[in-house]
Structures are given as structure tokens and as C-alpha cells.
């Protein structure tokens, strides 16, 4: 079943929120603090996979156009507009709470090349391995984030499967289309700008930085066309 890996990660964010909830008695000072730490942990994963890159001007590229097209489309706006949403439907008191914690979530959960990479090996050899590995981290991390940003990180279990999802499914036809040497290098490239991303949203859970991280998704799109178009000049100037 091409859909399983990510079926079951979204499960586990979901049952990782619950849990979170009912531990949310934990006394304030200890949310932070973990908090904190998950922030710390979050900017350490990030530079690990910021360094990652081969073709460092890539990264630089995607990140400047798509952090252009992500202003101008505003989907950090889009994405807060529909925490916003479910928030007014659950009949929160707490204004932006849910939002907080369904926009911080999202981000942490879909950005990243195990999202990525994970779902591909679901399309290409249906093999959840690597979708496996990430629910039990997105699990054990939907808990700590439960107890410190609310019921909100449940929410951003759906936008994750489907994101997910879409690639797997892409995945099944990607092998006609795309030569290995093009899909490995965006794998390199995308980890990198995924990297730098996640570093951002590690400043934003520390309160050093407002980065709208959202903004700048699309530059994984234009990873994916800088490393197609550089492929192919290559392949005609040779």
C-alpha cells in the first residue's frame, strides 16, 4: 500500500498530541524549558542538514526566489489564516494558541528531507521504512510540543499526510520522467534548503527571530528546477 508510511505517520502525530494533553499539567517553568530545548534540538538538526549541500549557490538561489514567491502568494498568511479557522471552530479562549501550535507543527513535521525522502521510498519501492523512522520521532516530538503549544499540533497531522502523500503518489510515475542523476542531486540540494528552514524554525521556537518560514517553501520547487535545468545544460553543452 503506497499510502502506508504516511497513514501511519500521521497516527502517530495524532496520538502523540493526546498524549501531550493529558500531561498537560506540567508546571509551566518545565514546558518552557522543554520547549527550549526541543528549539535547541531543532537549530542542531538544521545546521546538520544546512552543510549537507554540494552546490551551495543552489540553495542560495532557491531560498532568494522562493522566499519571493512565498511572499508575494503569502502562505505563512494562508497557513495562519487556517489555524485561525480551526481555532474559531474549536471555540478556543486562547487567541492564536491553536494557531501557534498547528502552524509550528506543520512546519517542523512536513519541512526535511526524511518527509520527502521517506515518501519517494514509499512511491518508488514501497518501502516505509524511512516514513516509519519519522513517525516515531514526529511522534515522541507531538507530545513535548502538545504540553507546550496545545491541541493545535494535532491539526498539522493532516497537511503533513497530504503533503506526503502527494509525493508518494507522484512517486509511482516519478522513475519515467526523472533520470536517478537529477533526483539525486535535488535529494542533496533540498536537504540543505530543507536545513536552513528548519534552522529558522529552531530560532523562531527560541523567540531570537519572527522568520515566516512558511514563506519560504516554495524554494524546494525551485531546488527541483535549478537542479533539472543544470542537468540538462550538461547534458547539451557536452
Same mark, same amino acid.
Not at 4 to 21: P, Q, S, Y
Not at 157 to 174: D, E, H, K, N, R
Not at 217 to 230: D, E, F, H, K, R
Given at each position: 500500500?503506497?499510502?502506508?508510511?504516511?497513514? @501511519?505517520?500521521?497516527?502517530?502525530?495524532?496520538?502523540?498530541?493526546?498524549? $501531550?494533553?493529558?500531561?498537560?499539567?506540567?508546571?509551566?517553568?518545565?514546558?518552557?524549558?522543554? =520547549?527550549?530545548?526541543?528549539?535547541?534540538? @531543532?537549530?542542531?538538526?538544521?545546521?546538520?542538514?544546512?552543510?549537507?549541500?554540494?552546490?551551495?549557490?543552489?540553495?542560495?538561489?532557491?531560498?532568494?526566489?522562493?522566499?519571493?514567491?512565498?511572499?508575494? /502568494?503569502?502562505? #505563512?498568511?494562508?497557513?495562519?489564516? =487556517? $489555524?485561525?479557522?480551526?481555532?474559531?471552530?474549536?471555540?478556543?479562549?486562547?487567541?492564536?494558541?491553536?494557531?501557534?501550535?498547528?502552524?509550528?507543527?506543520?512546519?517542523?513535521?512536513?519541512?526535511?528531507? /526524511?518527509?520527502?525522502?521517506?515518501?519517494?521510498?514509499?512511491?518508488?519501492?514501497? #518501502?516505509?521504512?524511512? =516514513?516509519?523512522?519519522?513517525?516515531? =520521532? *514526529?511522534?515522541?516530538?507531538?507530545?513535548?510540543?502538545?504540553?507546550?503549544?496545545?491541541?493545535?499540533?494535532?491539526?498539522?497531522?493532516?497537511?503533513?499526510?497530504?503533503?506526503?502523500?502527494?509525493?508518494?503518489?507522484?512517486?509511482?510515475?516519478?522513475?519515467?520522467?526523472?533520470? #536517478?542523476?537529477?533526483? *539525486?542531486?535535488?535529494?542533496?540540494?533540498?536537504?540543505?534548503?530543507?536545513?536552513?528552514?528548519?534552522?529558522?524554525?529552531?530560532?523562531? /521556537?527560541?523567540?531570537?527571530?519572527?522568520?515566516?518560514?512558511?514563506?519560504?517553501?516554495?524554494?524546494?520547487?525551485?531546488?527541483?528546477?535549478?537542479?533539472?535545468?543544470?542537468?540538462?545544460?550538461?547534458?547539451?553543452? /557536452?
Amino acid at each position: 500500500m503506497v499510502l502506508l508510511g504516511t497513514i @501511519v505517520n500521521g497516527i502517530a502525530i495524532i496520538a502523540g498530541t493526546f498524549l $501531550g494533553k493529558v500531561m498537560h499539567r506540567i508546571p509551566e517553568k518545565v514546558k518552557t524549558l522543554v =520547549l527550549q530545548s526541543i528549539g535547541l534540538a @531543532v537549530v542542531i538538526l538544521g545546521i546538520q542538514m544546512g552543510v549537507k549541500s554540494e552546490q551551495f549557490l543552489i540553495v542560495i538561489l532557491s531560498l532568494l526566489f522562493g522566499s519571493i514567491i512565498g511572499e508575494i /502568494m503569502d502562505f #505563512d498568511g494562508k497557513l495562519n489564516k =487556517l $489555524g485561525f479557522w480551526i481555532e474559531r471552530r474549536m471555540g478556543s479562549t486562547e487567541e492564536g494558541g491553536i494557531a501557534k501550535g498547528f502552524v509550528t507543527a506543520t512546519l517542523i513535521f512536513a519541512i526535511g528531507a /526524511m518527509a520527502i525522502i521517506g515518501a519517494l521510498d514509499s512511491g518508488l519501492r514501497g #518501502d516505509h521504512q524511512v =516514513l516509519y523512522t519519522k513517525s516515531l =520521532l *514526529d511522534g515522541f516530538t507531538s507530545i513535548v510540543l502538545a504540553t507546550t503549544l496545545g491541541v493545535g499540533v494535532l491539526f498539522s497531522a493532516f497537511p503533513v499526510m497530504i503533503y506526503q502523500g502527494m509525493i508518494a503518489l507522484f512517486a509511482t510515475q516519478i522513475e519515467q520522467w526523472i533520470p #536517478d542523476p537529477i533526483m *539525486d542531486a535535488f535529494i542533496i540540494e533540498m536537504t540543505s534548503a530543507g536545513g536552513i528552514m528548519i534552522l529558522a524554525i529552531g530560532l523562531n /521556537m527560541l523567540e531570537i527571530t519572527k522568520i515566516r518560514v512558511a514563506n519560504m517553501l516554495p524554494a524546494i520547487l525551485v531546488v527541483a528546477l535549478l537542479v533539472a535545468g543544470q542537468y540538462f545544460y550538461h547534458q547539451f553543452t /557536452m
